[in-house]
Structure formats: C-alpha cells, structure tokens
C-alpha cells in the first residue's frame, strides 16, 4: 500500500499518483489552514459582516507574518525538530532548527503566494481561526459567526476548479474512482 505521503511533491499534488489512493491526507496540517488562505482575503473583505481577527480587520497577509514568528518560538514544534526539518526539507535542507527554518521560509517566500500553505504545512490554524470573530454590534454568537463564514468559505472553494488546488484535485479523484468519470 502506498503511504499518503507521496501524494504530493513539496507543495504540489502528484497528479501522478493521487487516482491509486484510497486514503487521502489534505496537504495543510488543519482543515481551518483551508479557511486562512490568500484567496479568501476577497470573500473576508466583502462579507455581509466584518470579519476580525484580534478585534481589527483582517489582513492575511499580517496573520502570516504572526504565525511564522510565533513559530520559531513555539515549543511544540522546537521539542520534536526533526520531524519538521524532514517534512520540510524542500524548502531549505540546510536548516539545522525550527527557527533558522523559520527565518529561512520568512526571507525567501515572505513576498510569495506559497508562504501561507507552507507555514500551515507545520503551524496548526485552529488557535488563529479560533480568533476569527465579528464587531460587538453584530447580534451573532462568535460560534455562529464562525459557523456562516464557514459556510461561505466552503461555497467559495467548491466553485474553484483549479487542478492543482489540494482539495479540487482530491474531490476530482474521489469522484473518478467512485464513478470512473473525470471531471474537467
């Protein structure tokens, strides 16, 4: 049986291999890494009621930059540092600890569309997500909130049909072993 872990190559599905698994491992550590992408900077912005993190509008882009510095410090990740160097070792082979990684991914894909997914590649995003909210004026309960913004992120992705998008690409070969149809 083939281990999940060759079902991508670095950040990218292995569109070569993903139609022989049976078990599919999303590429981010957390599904709510999914709700924090670039990509939905858009949805957040225009949504029906704002979107906060930390009591300000949310700005992804700042929220990278937070979790890569807490990650260098993060104990969890410093006490098992060779599973993230190993996971990881695409990016830089030459770190020696989760801090000079940090430094590392923060200097060389700080200004690229990959930073977000390859910090979430090793940084949970539940704890961030967590501190999604809306303005006190918003008769909402965080949960619920939390709940219809969910909903419209899942809109959002199950429009997209970029093929190398990780769950695009996993739902489209689902559907192809189930049904033997590919879809386009």
């Known amino acids: 049986m083939r281990v999940a872990g060759d079902l991508y190559d670095g950040l990218k599905i292995d569109h070569a291999t993903k139609d022989k698994h049976v078990i599919f491992v999303t590429g981010l550590i957390h599904k709510e890494a999914y709700f924090l992408l670039p990509e939905l900077q858009v949805l957040?912005?225009?949504y029906k009621?704002?979107?906060?993190?930390?009591?300000e509008k949310i700005d992804l882009h700042t929220l990278y930059d937070k979790v890569i510095s807490?990650?260098?410090a993060d104990q969890d990740l410093n006490s098992n540092p060779d599973i993230i160097l190993n996971r990881l070792s695409f990016l830089n082979p030459n770190a020696s600890s989760v801090p000079d990684l940090c430094s590392s991914i923060k200097s060389e894909y700080r200004n690229r569309i990959e930073f977000s997914k390859i910090i979430f590649l090793f940084r949970k995003a539940k704890p961030y997500w967590g501190n999604i909210h809306t303005d006190s004026t918003v008769s909402l309960s965080t949960e619920r909130f939390r709940e219809q913004l969910s909903l419209e992120i899942a809109k959002f992705y199950s429009k997209e049909n970029n093929n190398d998008f990780h769950l695009t690409a996993i739902f489209k070969s689902i559907y192809k072993q189930a049904y033997g149809i590919?879809?386009?």
């Open 44 to 46: 957040f912005d225009g």
């Open 70 to 72: 807490e990650s260098a």
């Open 182 to 184: 590919e879809i386009e």
């Open 49 to 55: 009621n704002p979107v906060l993190y930390e009591n």
